[in-house]
């Protein structure tokens, strides 16, 4: 469409015309205007139609196409004036809702660490770790226990099979046999 055609024209709607109008004289006019329904012949009216449907169906260029054809001519007349437009803002990151919640949830940890009781043992799980509590049974074999039992000792380290703790001794077997327990 060139600039100079006014897209009401071209759809044949008045100005203030409701999109329900438009959709319907576009659709007449493109029932005759279609190239399929010219047996294929490319038509350059058909794409000045859906130029101008376009333009009238958006709603920014609606807003503006249907302005007075005064307030026009008056732009045109300022024409180095036309082609200044407001410059769009920038979409800006959330910087301070970050750091809000940020804050509120550094502060609501630290306010539910100060009720919070004080840490509980947790019962032993079989798995024997440097600092687990252990007992060595009637097989040699090195058994968690619970801490708060009288006769136990503390794994220092844990070495593998084949090696030897660091005072050199043998170190007694754990329990599910994935290494040596040596102790204090």
Not at 1 to 17: E, I, K, N, W
Request: proline share 5%; aromatic share 4%.
């Amino acid at each position: 469409m060139s600039p100079r055609q006014d897209p009401h024209d071209v759809l044949g709607v008045q100005r203030g015309a409701s999109k329900d109008e438009i959709r319907t004289a576009y659709r007449r006019l493109a029932r005759e205007l279609h190239p399929d329904v010219k047996r294929g012949s490319y038509s350059d009216e058909m794409a000045v139609l859906n130029d101008a449907y376009q333009a009238l169906t958006s709603s920014a260029s609606r807003q503006t196409s249907t302005t007075s054809k005064a307030s026009e001519e008056a732009k045109s007349q300022n024409s180095e004036f036309s082609s200044v437009t407001s410059p769009a803002r920038a979409v800006a990151f959330p910087w301070r809702g970050i750091i809000a919640t940020s804050v509120v949830g550094a502060v609501a940890i630290f306010g539910l660490s100060l009720f919070a009781g004080p840490d509980s043992e947790s019962p032993p799980d079989g798995v024997i770790q440097s600092g687990s509590c252990v007992q060595i049974n009637d097989s040699l074999l090195a058994v968690e226990v619970s801490c708060l039992t009288e006769q136990h000792q503390v794994v220092t380290q844990l070495v593998p099979l084949d090696a030897r703790c660091a005072d050199g001794s043998t170190g007694f077997l754990d329990r599910l046999g994935m290494g040596r327990v040596c102790l204090e």
